[in-house]
C-alpha cells in the first residue's frame, strides 16, 4: 500500500487512535490544580465547576467493546476531581443501563461533599411509564449512584413525542407532582429537564415556572446550533431562543452537546487549519468549549470524556476560562458554521439513544464513518476521475475496519425502531439506505472507465 492510500485509511479509520494522536497525548500539557472556574448556583449558594462529566461514552476494556473498564473510569473521575470537577452527568439510559452503577462506584470512593451527581427519570420504554415503573427507576438511580439524595434530577429529554408523550411520562402518572414533593422532602436537591424535539413542551414547561419552580435546564447550545440548528433539522430548536428564555426567566443552563458529539472537532482540514492559525496553543475543541462556557446564566457545559487526553484538554479550557470576546463568538457562529452547515453532513451526535438495534446494525458507528470521510474529501466521486479507483477502495476498507460487516447498513430491514429515539431526529433507515447504495455502486464499479 503506497504512501497516500495509508493516508486515507487513517483519516477515515474509525475507532483506532493514530500514531500523531498517541504522541500529542504523551506532548499534552497538563492541566492545572486549582484553577478551575466555578458558577454559582442562585438558588443554593454552591460553586459548580463550569466542566461537567458526561457520563454516556464512558472507556471500555481494550480489544472488548462491550466491557466497561472500571479501573479507567475510577482513574479518570479521580483526575477530574482532583482538578476541581465536580458535576457528574448520568442517567439510567447510558451504557446499556450500566453507567449509573459504573458513576456510583467511581463516585462512592470519594466524601459525598466533593461532587454533585445528575442522573435522569428516562421512562422512555411504555412499560416505564406506570407510577410504578417510574418510581422503581427512581429509587433504582440511588442505588445504584450509592447516594441517598441527588444533586440535580431531570425530566429526560422532554419535547421527543410532543405535548403527548409529556402527559404520558410526567403528568397522567402523577411522577412530576412526585418528584416535585422529592425536591420538597430534600431527597432532590434541584430539579429540571433537558429538552430535545418540539418546542411547544419547552415552552409549555416554562410558562408554568411559577408553578413548577424549575431550578436548571438542560439544553443544547454549540456554535452551530446558535442560529443553524433548525435550518440542520426541522424538528430541532436554534439553541439562540433556548438559551434566551432561560437567561429571561433567571433560570440556569445546564450545556450538552458543546462539540456536538465530536463533530466541531472533526472538521474539515481547511477550517481546522484555520483554528489553529487564530490560536495555535489552543486545540479545535477548546474553541467550542469556551463558546459554550462564556455566556452568563451557564451553569456548567457537559461533556462526555472517553479517553484521558480528552479530559485533559477540556480541563485546560475551563482551568481557568479565558472568556471569547464578542468578535471572537461571532466568528465562531456566523463564519464557521455557516460553512460547516455548506458540508450537509448526517447530523449525528453519536449519542447512541438509537442503539441497540433489533437488526444489530452500528448506526452510529456507520454515520460518524461516513460524516469523517466527507469531512476529509475522502468519498469516491467522479466515476472516472484519477483518484476513484484509490478513493474507492480505501472507502470500503475504511469501512470494514470501523463496521463489522454484520453491522453494516445492508442489515437494516427499515423497522423504523431507532427514529423516535433519536434526539436529533434523523430519518436513520433513509440514510441508511442512501449510504447502503453508495456502497453497493461502489462495489459494482471497481474500475475508472478506459479513454476511448
Known sequence: MGAGSATVLAACAGKNKSSKAVDDYKNQVEPSVGKMTYRTNPKTGEKVSLLGYGMMRLPTKPGNDEEFDQEMINRQVDYAIEHGLNYFDTSPAYCRGLSERCTGIALSRHKREEYFVATKLSNFDPRTQTREASMEMYHNSMKELQVDYIDYY????IGGGGIEALRQRYLNNGMLDFLLAEREAGRIRNLGFSYHGDIEVFDFLLARQKEYKWDFVQIELNYLDWDYANEINRDNTDARYLYG?????????????PLLGGRLVKLPQYLMTELKQKDPERSVASWAFRYAGTPEGVLTVLSGMTYME???DNLLSYCPLEPLTEEEMEYLQADVAKKIVGLENIPCNDCKYCMPCPYGVDIPGIFVHYNKCKNEGMLPQGFGSEEYRT???NYLISLDRSVPRHRQPDHCIGCGQCVEHCPQGIRIPRELQK???MIEELKQNPFIPQNT
Open 154 to 157: 431531570l425530566l429526560h429529554a
Open 245 to 257: 428564555r432561560l437567561k429571561e426567566l433567571g433560570i440556569p443552563a445546564v450545556i450538552m452537546e
Open 310 to 312: 480528552h479530559l485533559k
Open 391 to 393: 478513493l474507492r477502495r
Open 435 to 437: 449510504i447502503d447504495q
